[in-house]
């Protein structure tokens, strides 16, 4: 009875001095984290490209299951090669980081070595979630003829300067497998970029551009449809989905490219928000929607969360780096 009667006293004294939302009754848990309002879900690419496909997917899969409290919002925001959007999750840390995540690729790493002035730290961001790794191809149209890398070479030789490679964004991921192909096969094509993976899908399909290195993702309708060819891949073994398009490797060329796929928390984000929006991805990774999604596109690569993220972030960086001095961008 005198242990009842202190506890008690102790909960009215909690009462009184206004703190009792944060006394707990003893043998009882605190409710997990969940998100207060709609979370933003920045894209750092524009619309119709791989990063935008597999956001909207991902947030239909989480609505339709129900696993998340708040809806949460996709957001393109591509300007200065994902400079936009780092900026924008780095400046959350002062305002609400626990309602803002992105989805992310390579100029995630790019981007800030190329623009210290931006201030941005990937070092400083939360890591949330790798669900996959995506693969490139070089494509050309149908119409041009080319049947093969060889083909591809001869052509793009002759035009010299004149044959146009649309890529998405400066010195990121299509800019850097483009450097590639001109230095290992003695080529001068012409790189323009664009905001979106989608935009540059058509502009190979619409003959804007001679060729692009787009994942399977952007560029799937229009070789469904036959309009465009792929050629090679940069990956160790051939894809299931292009079977007939051989690795650069097997052409005595080896350059093997990935872009990741990840999910990323702004910086400053606490630690049971981030262990949240873990688990709802680990959740989305593991659904049979996902699964499917990643077969059919022929995304690689395991789910990777917390520290073992932050590891492959930081490896990956130096990778970028050295590849960036070897262009002479930085």
């Known amino acids: 009875m005198a242990k ?29 984290w969940e998100p207060k309002k709609p979370v933003e879900f920045v894209i750092m690419a524009g619309k119709g490209g791989g990063a935008d496909k597999m956001a909207r997917l991902m947030q239909t899969v989480i609505e339709k299951n129900g696993w998340s409290a708040k809806p949460l919002t996709p957001i393109n925001k591509p300007g200065g090669s994902g ?73 793009a030789k002759a035009a010299g300067d004149g ?27 012409k790189y323009v970029p664009y905001k979106g993976g989608g935009k540059v899908a058509k502009q190979l399909a619409g003959k804007h551009a001679n060729s692009t290195v787009n994942n399977p993702s952007e560029q799937e309708g229009f070789y469904a449809a036959g309009t465009t060819v792929p050629l090679a891949a940069f990956t160790p073994k051939r894809l299931e989905m292009f079977p007939d398009a051989p690795t650069f490797g097997e052409l005595g060329n ?39 999604y990643r077969k059919k596109k022929s995304l690689q690569g395991e789910f990777l969360t917390g520290t073992a993220l932050k590891d ?9 780096k050295q590849m960036l001095a070897k262009m002479g961008a930085l």
């Not at 009842?4 to 997990?32: C, E, K, N, Q």
């Not at 890529?167 to 230095?183: H, P, R, S, V």
């Not at 872009?259 to 991805?281: C, I, K, T």
Request: proline share 3%; no cysteine.
């Open 163 to 189: 044959w146009i490679m649309a890529g998405t964004g400066k010195l990121q991921e299509d800019q850097l497998l483009t450097d590639f192909l001109n230095a290992a096969y003695d080529l001068k094509m």
């Open 312 to 320: 492959y972030w930081l490896k990956e960086r130096e990778i970028h």
């Open 254 to 292: 080896e350059f093997v490219y990935f872009m990741q796929r990840s999910v990323v928390g702004a910086p400053g984000m606490s630690d049971e928000a981030a262990a949240y929006y873990q688990g709802l991805f680990q959740k989305v990774f593991e659904s049979s929607e996902w699964q499917d």
């Open 83 to 155: 400079a936009e959007a780092l900026v924008h999750l780095k400046d959350k840390a002062k305002s609400d980081p626990n309602h803002t995540i992105m989805v992310t690729l390579n100029s995630f790493y790019t981007t800030p070595l190329r623009q210290p002035k931006l201030g941005v730290d990937i070092e400083t961001f939360t890591p949330v979630a790798r669900m996959a790794e995506d693969t490139f191809l070089l494509w050309v149209h149908k119409d041009s003829g080319i049947k093969d890398v060889d083909d591809f070479v001869k052509a």
């Open 4 to 32: 009842t009667r202190r506890y008690l006293l102790g909960l009215a004294a909690a009462v009184a001095l206004g703190s009792v939302a944060s006394f707990t009754l003893p043998g009882t848990a605190t409710a997990a």
